[in-house]
T-cell receptor, first 110, second 118 residues
Framework: GQNIDQPTEMTATEGAIVQINCTYQ??????LFWYQQHAGEAPTFLSY????GLEEKGRFSSFLSRSKGYSYLLLKELQMKDSASYLCAVSDNQGGKLIFGQGTELSVKP | GAVVSQHPSRVICKSGTSVKIECRSLDFQATTMFWYRQFPKQSLMLMAT?????????EQGVEKDKFLINHASLTLSTLTVTSAHPEDSSFYIC??????????????FGPGTRLTVL
C-alpha cells in the first residue's frame, strides 16, 4: 500500500534550526515534494527531490534517500512566519499523482 | 511562476443543492488537473485526476456521480458537488500540471474553495 509518515506537530524557537522528517512506502517513485501550507490557504511549493542528496534553497534544504524511503526538510534561522503546516508528498508514477502525508504543524515560538 | 485560480473562494449552500467550483490555469496550459479535499487538521486527499478531453479518474471511495468533473479546455476544469450534504463541507483545492515540457513534475495549486453546506 501507499504510506507516508511525518510527525504531527513540532515546536521550535525563533532563530533556531528545525528538521522535519518524512518516511514513505509507495508502489512507485517519481520524486518527493515539500509544501508549506498556512491555515485556510493552498499549499505553496518549497522543494523537489528526485535523486539522492541535499537540495538547498535559501533557508530551506531538503534531503532524500531513496534506498531508505526517507526525506527531511531543514529550516534554518526560523522566523515567526514559518509557523505553518509542512506537507511531504510523493509522486508515485509518471502521471503526476501526488500522495500526501498528514502534514507537520510547526509552531515557532519567540 | 504558474498561477492557478479557483472560483468561488467561499460558498455556503443549503443541503440538497449543487455547487460548481471552477479551476483555471491563468498563464499556462494544463493537460492534467487534480482535485483534492481537505478536512480540518488533515492533509490533502486526492479525489480525482482530470485530463483535458477525457473522463476523470476517481480515487477509491470517491463517488463519480456525486462529484462531477469536467475538463473541457486546457485552462479550465470544473468540479460540481451534486446534492450537497453537510458532510461534504470541506476545503476543495485544485492543482494543475503543465505537461509535456515540465522540467519538474510539479503541481501548481489554486487558492482553494471553502464549501459549507447547511
Amino acid at each position: 500500500g501507499q504510506n507516508i509518515d511525518q510527525p504531527t506537530e513540532m515546536t521550535a524557537t525563533e532563530g533556531a534550526i528545525v528538521q522535519i522528517n518524512c518516511t514513505y512506502q509507495t508502489s512507485g517513485f517519481n520524486g518527493l515534494f515539500w509544501y508549506q501550507q498556512h491555515a485556510g490557504e493552498a499549499p505553496t511549493f518549497l522543494s523537489y527531490n528526485v535523486l539522492d542528496g541535499l537540495e538547498e534553497k535559501g533557508r530551506f534544504s531538503s534531503f532524500l534517500s531513496r534506498s531508505k524511503g526517507y526525506s527531511y526538510l531543514l529550516l534554518k534561522e526560523l522566523q515567526m512566519k514559518d509557523s505553518a503546516s509542512y506537507l511531504c508528498a510523493v509522486s508515485d508514477n509518471q502521471g503526476g499523482k501526488l500522495i500526501f502525508g498528514q502534514g507537520t504543524e510547526l509552531s515557532v515560538k519567540p | 511562476g504558474a498561477v492557478v485560480s479557483q472560483h468561488p473562494s467561499r460558498v455556503i449552500c443549503k443541503s440538497g443543492t449543487s455547487v460548481k467550483i471552477e479551476c483555471r490555469s491563468l498563464d499556462f496550459q494544463a493537460t492534467t488537473m487534480f482535485w483534492y479535499r481537505q478536512f480540518p487538521k488533515q492533509s490533502l486527499m486526492l479525489m480525482a485526476t482530470s485530463n483535458e478531453g477525457s473522463k476523470a479518474t476517481y480515487e477509491q471511495g470517491v463517488e463519480k456521480d456525486k462529484f462531477l468533473i469536467n475538463h473541457a479546455s486546457l485552462t479550465l476544469s470544473t468540479l460540481t458537488v451534486t446534492s450537497a450534504h453537510p458532510e461534504d463541507s470541506s476545503f476543495y483545492i485544485c492543482s494543475a500540471r503543465e505537461v509535456p515540457g515540465a522540467v519538474v513534475n510539479e503541481q501548481f495549486f489554486g487558492p482553494g474553495t471553502r464549501l459549507t453546506v447547511l
